[in-house]
T-cell receptor, first 113, second 115 residues
Framework: GENVEQHPSTLSVQEGDSAVIKCTYSDSASNYFPWYKQELGKGPQLIIDIRSNVGEKKDQRIAVTLNKTAKHFSLHITETQPEDSAVYFCAASLSGSARQLTFGSGTQLTVLP | NAGVMQNPRHLVRRRGQEARLRCSPMKGHSHVYWYRQLPEEGLKFMVYLQKENIIDESGMPKERFSAEFPKEGPSILRIQQVVRGDSAAYFC?????????????FGEGSRLTVL
């Protein structure tokens, strides 16, 4: 089955700096890669996703890049703000959809004021 | 429009008891997914259901765990004879009739503690 590895497990940045979280996946057939943000005591919330026919996608301060050859994808957050502090999860799916996602182990991002 | 509603938010059970977790999907969503999150870990897929049907239960333990999504009422994840290793947060998610091509919306989770 699919295996997703996520790094780093914790990340601290100064407010205004950029944050990058990286994930690798094992199954080259995976074709859907969402990113979720989970705040303390809450459920995960989709923040951005990318499909395998696209190399990069941007939404305001958030961007995701995908390298299918290397089987890795990354989340980039620019101009970080304290409210960006949360746990971020990457995920991969073989079905092209959110069905049966395999999640990474999460990155605790702390934005220091 | 209320989001995905899960209850109870917190549940404490002794070993050997039964745990029942309920999930009401978002209005208009007929697809429900259950995930389990162990401390310091990511979410693990358990089961995917549509109304009255289990579509994919490949992530469900073979014993003690069952799930249903009846025609009327919430989806229920049932854990019989709980053990300490069942302690985790259980998240429900729902999506539209497009079966996952739409966004997956998660509830706030049910946190099970087994004493």
């Amino acid at each position: 089955g699919e295996n997703v590895e996520q790094h780093p497990s914790t990340l601290s940045v100064q407010e205004g700096d950029s944050a990058v979280i990286k994930c690798t996946y094992s199954d080259s057939a995976s074709n859907y890669f969402p990113w979720y943000k989970q705040e303390l005591g809450k459920g995960p919330q989709l923040i951005i996703d990318i499909r395998s026919n696209v190399g990069e996608k941007k939404d305001q301060r958030i961007a995701v890049t995908l390298n299918k050859t290397a089987k890795h994808f990354s989340l980039h957050i620019t101009e970080t703000q304290p409210e960006d502090s949360a746990v971020y999860f990457c995920a991969a799916s073989l079905s092209g959809s959110a069905r049966q996602l395999t999640f990474g182990s999460g990155t605790q991002l702390t934005v220091l004021p | 429009n209320a989001g995905v509603m899960q209850n109870p938010r917190h549940l404490v059970r002794r070993r050997g008891q039964e745990a029942r977790l309920r999930c009401s999907p978002m209005k208009g969503h007929s697809h429900v997914y259950w995930y389990r999150q162990l401390p310091e870990e990511g979410l693990k897929f358990m089961v995917y259901l549509q109304k009255e049907n289990i579509i994919d239960e490949s992530g469900m333990p073979k014993e003690r765990f069952s799930a249903e999504f009846p025609k009327e009422g919430p989806s229920i994840l049932r854990i019989q004879q709980v053990v300490r290793g069942d302690s985790a947060a259980y998240f429900c998610a729902s999506s539209t009739d497009r079966a996952g091509f739409g966004e997956l919306f998660f509830g706030e989770g049910s946190r099970l503690t087994v004493l």
